[in-house]
């Protein structure tokens, strides 16, 4: 089975400062790949980040990094100069290679103050 | 086509209606899934096809639920004497391969069941 946690329902940051947001996670396979994805008010879930659990080298996308800790279960993202647009749910998610499928975590809802 | 489409956006019912949800995956994709995420909450898993293999049907809520797909074309999802509990966000996605992990979602469909 596999479970996705993340902790902080709600979070706020103000305009161009730095926020992470939390996440935790169980399985029982080896090989498993992490995602955050985004969840704007349009619905449309957009993809912002994705890791291979087999790579240790934490992944980067523009603004957006991920502290991965394999033997921790952990899987935090970190969204550097935030800004207005970024307000949404944040949503962590692991699809494991036999499962064939995505979990995904009850989702962060933040806000970026202007 | 370029994305993922479900239809209807959005679809108002009465209790103890059947309903039926339409998803258009992106041509060439060979597995489709279908997500429930109630208001606030995370997506929770129902179904998934994989080209001509037998659907995982392993997070279908009850037998009120069922989904079909023709090939690797359109699925719908079928929830017959809905019940309040239903209303939700119904949420599309598909890949191009098993081996390909990052969902493409479409903008989902509303259920509101009164």
């Known amino acids: 089975a596999q479970t996705v946690t993340q902790s902080q329902p709600e979070m706020s940051v103000q305009e161009a400062e730095t926020v992470t947001l939390s996440c935790t996670y169980d399985t029982s396979e080896n090989n498993y790949y992490l995602f955050w994805y985004k969840q704007p008010p349009s619905r449309q879930m957009i993809l912002v980040i994705r890791?291979?659990?087999?790579?240790?080298q934490n992944a980067t996308e523009n603004r957006f990094s991920v502290n991965f800790q394999k033997a921790a279960k952990s899987f935090s993202l970190k969204i550097s100069d935030s800004q207005l647009g970024d307000t949404a749910m944040y949503f962590c998610?692991?699809?494991?290679?036999?499962?064939?499928?995505?979990?995904f975590g009850d989702g962060t809802t933040l806000t970026v103050k202007p | 086509g370029a994305g993922v489409s479900q239809s209807p956006s959005n679809k108002v019912t009465e209790k103890g209606k059947d309903v039926e949800l339409r998803c258009d995956p992106i041509s060439g994709h060979t597995a489709l899934y279908w997500y429930r995420q109630r208001l606030g909450q995370g997506l929770e898993f129902l179904i998934y096809?994989?080209?001509?293999?037998?659907?995982?049907k392993s997070g279908l809520p009850s037998d009120r639920f069922s989904a079909e797909r023709t090939g690797e074309s359109v699925s719908t999802l079928t929830i017959q004497r809905t019940q309040q509990e239903d209303s939700a966000v119904y949420l599309c996605a598909s890949i191009p391969d098993r081996g390909n992990e990052k969902l493409f979602f479409g903008s989902g469909t509303q259920l509101s069941v009164l």
């Open positions: 890791q291979e659990a087999y790579k240790q």
């Open positions: 096809f994989q080209g001509n293999s037998a659907p995982d």
């Open positions: 998610a692991l699809w494991g290679t036999n499962a064939g499928k995505s979990t």
